[in-house]
């Protein structure tokens, strides 16, 4: 009986030490920075949301040229870690407009044509963001024709229409060539914990990180290394951000978040893709990329504080931020925890939120293990 009191007590103990992890303010949080537009290139408006929300969690911060924001916590050690997370969304380019006053456009990123027809976007140009729609002709037209064979969409044939009727109309909205366009799907809620949104590939990762430095910050944890909470920009073009943030901290490790595919769904090849599902924990990647040894200390924290966690591979590269930071430099160790999502690069991502609890767990307490001392050395 005694012993079993002593375990309550201990148990008690340790459920006051980790602060309650999505609160309702960091709720209002993912919903306002997950319904911003962040476009590649033009990610400053998320950033902002982004950067102010961080701010009273982190000892300073700083921007680089080109957007990637930063949050320092003990800037002055000499041990640098890095958790990241890029922030840019994909979108698309007004490339064309004709003399009817239709929009074509050119993509900014891997969008995908596929599930734009009738889709609602925001085209954000000199006057502020103006409504549209991408046209598609109605079903009936379509197969009116016994002869024709029926149109796929392709970024060719689809266009967008704003309500205007010549070139002129268009350019008095303020559209010009350039602008950039971003589907107005917002946040919203599901049944049984799931979340869908636009762009959570990969703005969840912007909020698990933020939750990592607020939970570092209310738990009054010392970290013995100083700590770069990392936004990155332009990772959808080829991880551009990381590249040159990468080279400007020279992290001496680095923790990087990013979506995957949950699999369980119709169309997706699990022997290609592998086994991974939403609610069932973060996964975690083997690869060339990844550090062994980093990867296993992971393991083992996930093991200790019995977070679940999945596992999948990666071939050449990880096709994430981790690449960049992995060959920086003279090398720099990291590792790639990911979040499942469904329906990837359609506004319609969906993610669960267990998930993202244990992800950001994880990231808190392998931070909380790591020291200048761990030995990461392969021989």
Same mark, same amino acid.
């Given at each position: ?21 999505? !609160? ?14 962040? @476009? ?11 950067? &102010? ?11 680089? @040229?080109?957007?990637? *924001?930063?949050?320092?916590?003990? @800037? ?21 407009? #004709? ?16 599930? *734009? ?15 549209a729609v991408f046209g598609w002709p109605a079903i009936h037209t379509r197969l009116g024709n016994p002869d024709a064979k029926e149109p796929q969409p392709r970024v060719d044939n689809l266009f967008l229409d704003c309500g205007a009727r010549s070139k002129k109309e268009v350019e008095a909205l303020g559209i010009h060539i350039?602008?950039?366009? !971003?589907?107005?799907?917002?946040? &919203?809620?599901?049944? #049984? ?7 959570? &590939? ?10 990592? *430095? ?42 990087? !978040? ?23 924990? @973060? ?16 393991? &083992? ?20 931020? !981790? ?24 506004? *319609? ?31």
């Amino acid at each position: 009986m005694a012993k079993e009191k002593k375990e309550q007590k201990k148990a008690k103990k340790a459920d006051k030490k980790l602060a309650p992890i999505v !609160t309702e303010h960091a709720m209002d949080f993912l919903k306002n920075y997950i319904n911003t537009p962040s @476009p590649v290139g033009f990610e400053s408006g998320g950033q902002k949301v982004w950067l &102010d929300y961080i701010k009273p969690y982190v000892d300073n911060h700083f921007v680089d @040229p080109y957007g990637t *924001a930063v949050g320092v916590i003990n @800037p002055d050690a000499p041990f640098k870690v890095v958790i990241e997370a890029h922030a840019d969304e994909i979108s698309w380019f007004v490339n064309y407009i #004709n003399e009817q006053g239709l929009i074509y456009l050119k993509r900014n990123g891997g969008v995908d044509h596929q599930v *734009a027809p009738a889709k609602r976007v925001l085209i954000h140009g000199r006057k502020g963001a103006v409504k549209a729609v991408f046209g598609w002709p109605a079903i009936h037209t379509r197969l009116g024709n016994p002869d024709a064979k029926e149109p796929q969409p392709r970024v060719d044939n689809l266009f967008l229409d704003c309500g205007a009727r010549s070139k002129k109309e268009v350019e008095a909205l303020g559209i010009h060539i350039g602008a950039v366009v !971003t589907y107005q799907d917002g946040f &919203d809620e599901l049944a #049984n914990d799931y979340l869908i949104g636009r762009a959570f &590939d990969n703005r969840i990762g912007g909020f698990m990180i933020a939750q990592v *430095a607020r939970l570092l910050h209310e738990n009054k944890a010392q970290l013995p290394f100083g700590l770069y909470v990392v936004n990155a920009v332009q990772e959808e073009i080829g991880l551009r951000g990381a590249e040159m943030i990468a080279r400007r901290i020279k992290p001496n490790i680095a923790i990087i !978040t990013d979506v995957t595919h949950d699999t369980q769904t119709p169309m997706i090849n699990k022997i290609i893709e592998g086994e991974i599902a939403c609610g069932k924990g @973060p996964s975690l990647a083997y690869g060339p990329a990844v550090h062994n040894k980093l990867l296993n200390l992971v393991l &083992d924290v996930a093991e200790q504080k019995n977070i679940a966690v999945q596992n999948r591979t990666v071939s050449r590269s990880t096709g994430t931020d !981790t690449d960049s930071f992995a060959y920086a430099n003279d090398g720099c160790p990291s590792v790639l925890i990911s979040i499942p999502l469904r329906y990837m690069h359609t506004p *319609a991502e969906m993610l669960h939120k267990s998930d993202i609890e244990g992800t950001i767990r994880l990231m808190y307490e392998t931070l909380l293990v790591l020291t200048p001392e761990t030995n990461l050395s392969y021989l």
